[in-house]
């Protein structure tokens, strides 16, 4: 990644203000309680079709069970993967569309099925308030954009002034 040479430097940037912020409290707002029904829809469907099919895609099923669990914590983890994880397997089943000719129409209905289901999670955390509820929210200049700076995303940066922060709770 380039560094902006003109940007100031780092510890400029954080100078004087507490690393640890405690973050606002916020009820879940409707854009996040809808990905959470979706997803919780999707981990029950899978369990549906698997005992229908006896054929379980507990990868699948455990992955959406512990966004489900992070999006009631407000965990910036899973609005992270929320929204990388339901793109992957959109574009992983776009693939059977390349076998079209070769596939039966009700396979064909399950797989746009599958995807209808899970379309609007990524567009609806990505929505302002869902990214508020995340505490993504600069406290500095109170931009909603921010990137991972530890590896479970507790401690984030501001993508647009670069200040650094670990959200807590009070
Ligand atoms: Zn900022």
């Avoid at 507490?18 to 996040?32: F, L, N």
């Avoid at 899973?78 to 070769?102: C, D, E, K, Y």
Wanted: charged share 15%.
């Amino acid at each position: 990644m380039a560094e902006n040479p003109y940007a100031p430097p780092k510890a400029e940037i954080n100078k004087g203000a507490p690393a640890e912020i405690a973050r606002p409290a916020m009820k879940m707002p409707g854009t996040v309680i809808a990905a959470f029904v979706l997803v919780s829809f999707n981990a029950a469907w899978g369990l549906f079709a698997g005992f229908a099919m006896g054929d379980f895609p507990m990868f699948r099923i455990a992955i959406y069970t512990l966004l489900a669990v992070g999006f009631l914590r407000g965990q910036a983890l899973a609005w992270q993967w929320g929204i990388g994880f339901p793109i992957l397997i959109i574009v992983l089943m776009s693939f059977v569309w390349t076998q079209f000719s070769r596939l039966e129409m009700a396979h064909l209905a399950g797989v746009t099925f599958g995807i209808a289901l899970l379309m609007p999670i990524p567009i609806l955390l990505w929505l302002r308030r869902s990214r508020m509820f995340f505490g993504l929210q600069c406290p500095k200049c109170s931009e909603t954009s921010a990137r991972p700076r530890s590896f479970l995303f507790t401690r984030r940066q501001c993508n647009a002034c670069k200040f650094e922060w670990t959200p807590v709770r009070r």
